[in-house]
């Protein structure tokens, strides 16, 4: 493979900003910004599903490997894809394009900046999954804060000053203790590259040390109680597209980091420390779901069912079992459809109605059908339906917990009730109804941009639903190769 | 016969000096000219010091009380190029004050001269005379807008204070004379021994001048209050150059004479490095002017250069020049966004001038963006490998604690550096600045801020260049 497919993925939204940076900034509907920020971005997705279809799903190792020297001696710059990467580049991708189009009704002044920021976003996203040395993967992890930091700051809601500090705060501290831990690797290892790490193994004697260095950072990323309060104010005050990139994308940043670094780097360290996860895991999923009972704000309902979600995810990876890390990926990429389609749906109201509080709406199916078929449509692939996506991570992840211990798979599926409690509710509550808000009669329905987008997030949800198998044959080598080398490394420690 | 060609820099600045004395006194109206010539005066001093000595390994001068190695070269050379870049952006600030006299760059090039003096001083008298000299300009300096009380007062203090550490640096001079019997680095280095205990006051007192030097918690206190009173420009030169010189002085004494005494002085530098990133980390919190803001910043940056020193071994040295090299560069970016706040002939320097900055001069706001997250080591500017390599030599040395409070506190350093982001770009406009900046300042914030943002393709450079450097 000569063509550094991988590097051309990373630069090319870069290429792109740098396109937007040199155009002008006009006020209003910016459509040449657009044209070029969607141009690019599908381009990229293509690029990616050309990625997909040359990768070779019988491999274990990682493809598309590029292997440049960076910094003499210590860096190199090394990417590759396995199968757990490449589902979370394609979906990073897929999303990025959708929450382009979207902008049009939520992004009002500084259209071309904040395409510049997604953009960059982008970047910095496709890096963190296809990164194979840890000084690379920790450059791309924290620079994503850079846009994100921007896109809440400068156009989000009310209180978006304090939500921006306090996602940039949290996951700036979360992340130094990784730092740490990285140079301390290549002190005791000589390298930082991930591939070798993974043949030279790490001594058992630091494992501890630095599996919780790295827990401090993908803990506060992904997020895990009791340190996911930043997500629902990000959530809450970043404009659509914002929340849209956050809970698809920045926030599987760190289960995929807890896959492929904590298991991978430091396995006896993950066995001693599942029980943690676990209860971490479990108070997450069930209070969370809890808290997302009583939200009376839509967004912030939402956020808090990403942050049960994503316990679910944790449980799934740390249960070490074939089922449960299949899971906890389909999971993700799931999750990764779904709440963009949620915190989209949101957003169509919100541009309309300009409240998010459950309380504004009720009645909505009388007036827009349209809408509210496909919001059931993800209400009910968010509380895991059988025949959506939801459900096949759901599933597979309890089946894997079930094998590894009965009492939290027990709990965790009282998780799945209550889940489904908070999310029909929500939908009773905004859809069904009487009509009372006299607001409400003038709304219009889906415009076509709208429906596209909509529509193009509620096709792979049904069909990877029903048809897991392109997913679940993507990843299947590549984790069971992950456990082989985990049950090795343990047999041998 | 000495090899003088090795200081011929310094010959040519020295003669330079007296020369423009001479010119500023019998031509009238002098100030461009005497402008002009002391700026081919640096560059062609400049030129000399990497033509004759950056390619020297170790040669030593006048019975070895002056040493030139790689590391004496290339700190002048930053020296010198900073010193150059600080008088080539003041001319307007100068003029708008009606201060563009031949005094300045006289005393930025007698500074100059001091610090490359200090830089390659092997000799405890050497070293004291180079100190002086550029305290000397210093002072003159930091009182330049003579007509303001805060320019006086900054001067004052300075020199005050400056002056208590000067008698305190002496007294452990004459300690350490004492014990050794010789004022000559390499002599000193052979006849201490950690037996005698008397011996590690005098160290002491020689360190607290030098951290006074460099403002490092708890000898920072002329910092802020200096730093805010004197000229922006001046205050641009404190904060870059002098710091360079004051570092390699410390180098040299901890890793040169010191050596064998490291348990002596260890617990030293780690304290004051962890001291410095801390206090500069939470008492810049709540400042309103940006001059004393950048100071309690630069406080916390000698701690981060401080924790490099530490670690004494070879990486940890070149990890502090590379990250005084990056500092350089980020503080000559930050001060040229400074000296554009500028409209009808007032400059403004509180950080709520800044307001809504983005929407009148996105690309001034972008720069100081970039600028302002590189001070705050966000990856992947060049503010980040800075703290890298520093980190990566502390941990070398299984410093875990000085390595992990030193990453705590950049956390809350980025709050302060967000908060003029935040100021910047979320919040309402005000009235717009003038646009009509020196084309040498535009040129200033342009190179560094490409500098910064562009240092990741390439950082091997930098390192190779450092990497000559072995003190130990």
């Known amino acids: 493979m000569n063509f550094p497919i991988l590097s051309s993925l990373i630069l090319l939204p870069i290429v792109g900003a740098l396109f937007l940076f040199f155009t002008k900034d006009k006020d209003g509907n910016n459509l040449t910004a657009k044209y070029v920020a969607l141009f690019t971005t599908v381009v990229n997705f293509l690029i990616s599903i050309y990625l997909w279809i040359s990768f070779d799903q019988s491999m274990s190792t990682f493809q598309f490997v590029e292997d440049r020297t960076w910094i003499e001696g210590f860096i190199n710059y090394k990417v590759g894809v396995d199968g757990i990467s490449i589902l979370f580049i394609i979906l990073t991708t897929f999303i990025t394009p959708l929450c382009i189009i979207s902008v049009n009704n939520s992004v009002k002044n500084r259209l071309r900046d904040f395409l510049i920021a997604i953009l960059i976003m982008e970047s910095f996203m496709i890096g963190v999954f296809c990164a194979l040395d840890l000084v690379v993967f920790y450059l791309f992890f924290e620079a994503g804060l850079i846009p994100m930091f921007l896109i809440i700051g400068i156009w989000g809601g009310a209180r978006r000053v304090y939500s921006a500090f306090k996602f940039f705060l949290y996951t700036l501290l979360g992340s130094v203790l990784m730092l740490v831990a990285i140079i301390s690797i290549y002190w005791i290892t000589g390298t930082t590259d991930v591939v070798q790490l993974y043949e030279i193994g790490i001594d058992v004697k630091y494992q501890n040390l630095l599996w919780l260095a790295f827990f401090s950072s993908f803990a506060v990323k992904t997020p895990m109680w009791p340190v996911h309060t930043w997500l629902p104010d990000a959530h809450v005050e970043a404009p659509t597209a914002g929340s849209v990139l956050l809970a698809a994308i920045l926030l599987k940043m760190a289960g995929y980091g807890f896959i492929r670094f904590s298991l991978g780097l430091f396995p006896v360290a993950s066995e001693v420390f599942t029980p943690l996860i676990y209860t971490l895991s479990v108070i997450a999923i069930i209070f969370t779901s809890l808290i997302a009972l009583i939200q009376e704000d839509m967004k912030k309902l939402i956020a808090y069912s990403s942050v049960a979600h994503m316990g679910f995810v944790t449980l799934g990876i740390f249960t070490l079992q074939q089922q449960g890390i299949e899971g906890s990926i389909i999971q993700m990429i799931s999750h990764g459809l779904v709440s963009a389609a949620l915190f989209l749906t949101v957003g169509v109201v919100y541009d309309r109605m300009h409240s998010r509080l459950i309380s504004t709406y009720g009645g909505l199916v009388s007036v827009i059908p349209k809408y509210s078929i496909l919001f059931m449509l993800f209400a009910l692939a968010s509380l895991g339906l059988p025949g959506t996506s939801g459900f096949i991570g759901e599933f597979l992840i309890l089946m894997g917990a079930f094998k590894d211990n009965f009492l939290v798979a027990v709990i965790a599926s009282i998780g799945v009730i209550l889940g489904a409690a908070y999310m029909l509710w929500l939908y009773k509550r905004v859809v069904f109804g009487k009509l009372l808000n006299e607001d409400l009669k003038k709304i219009l329905d889906l415009n076509r941009s709208e429906y596209f987008i909509l529509s193009c997030l509620a096709a792979p949800i049904l069909f990877f639903g029903f048809y897991p198998d392109p997913l679940i044959n993507t990843i299947e080598v590549s984790v069971t190769d992950l456990i082989n080398m985990h049950n090795t490394n343990i047999a041998s420690k | ?472």
């Open chain 2, 1 to 472: 016969m000495e090899n003088l060609n090795l200081i011929l820099p310094e010959i040519f600045i020295s003669l330079s000096i007296m020369f423009l004395l001479i010119l500023g006194v019998f031509k009238n109206d002098s100030s461009k000219i005497t402008f002009n010539l002391s700026l081919i005066a640096i560059l062609i001093t400049t030129i000399i010091t990497f033509n004759e000595t950056f390619s020297v390994t170790r040669e030593t001068l006048f019975n070895e009380s002056v040493v030139l190695d790689s590391m004496s070269s290339l700190m002048k050379i930053i020296t010198l190029i900073g010193g150059f870049l600080v008088l080539v952006i003041s001319s307007t600030y100068l003029k708008t004050f009606k201060i563009y006299n031949i005094e300045y760059p006289v005393l930025i090039l007698s500074s100059i001269l001091g610090m490359m003096v200090m830089i390659s001083s092997n000799d405890l008298i050497v070293f004291y005379m180079g100190l002086e000299l550029q305290s000397l300009a210093l002072y003159v300096l930091a009182t330049y807008k003579r007509d303001q009380l805060k320019s006086s007062e900054a001067g004052l203090k300075y020199f005050v204070l400056s002056a208590l550490s000067s008698g305190l640096l002496l007294y452990g001079c004459s300690l350490v004379y004492g014990f050794s019997g010789s004022t000559n680095f390499d002599i000193i280095s052979n006849q201490l021994n950690s037996e005698e205990y008397v011996l590690t006051f005098g160290i002491v007192f020689i360190l607290v001048g030098l951290a006074f030097k460099i403002s490092a918690v708890p000898f920072h206190m002329w910092a802020p209050d200096v730093y805010e009173g004197s000229p922006t420009t001046v205050t641009l030169f404190f904060t870059i150059v002098p710091k360079v010189a004051a570092l390699t002085v410390f180098i040299r004494f901890l890793y040169v004479p010191f050596l064998n005494l490291i348990d002596q002085w260890q617990m030293i530098i780690v304290f004051l490095s962890i001291a410095s990133m801390v206090f500069g980390a939470v008492a810049a919190i709540g400042q309103t002017n940006i001059k004393r803001l950048i100071a309690y910043s630069s406080i916390g940056h000698v701690g981060y250069t401080l924790a490099g020193l530490a670690t004494a071994s070879n990486e940890g040295i070149q990890s502090s020049i590379i990250y005084i090299s990056i500092y350089v560069v980020m503080n000559l970016a930050l001060f040229s966004c400074l000296l554009m706040l500028r409209r009808k002939d007032q400059y403004y320097e509180n950080i709520d001038d800044l307001s809504g900055l983005s929407k009148n001069h996105p690309l001034l706001s972008l720069c100081l963006l970039v600028i302002l997250f590189s001070l705050a080591g966000i990856p992947p500017l060049a503010g980040f490998f800075a703290k890298f390599y520093v980190f990566k030599a502390v941990l070398e040395q299984s410093m875990y604690f000085l390595a992990i409070v030193g990453l705590l506190s950049t956390v809350v350093a980025a709050f302060y550096y967000l908060r003029i982001i935040k100021i910047m770009y979320f919040d309402k406009e005000k009235d717009k600045y003038d646009n009509d900046h020196s084309l040498w300042l535009k040129l200033s914030l342009t190179v560094s801020t490409i500098l910064i943002l562009l240092y990741f393709i390439f950082p091997s450079q930098l390192i190779e260049v450092v990497s000559r450097i072995n003190i130990i």
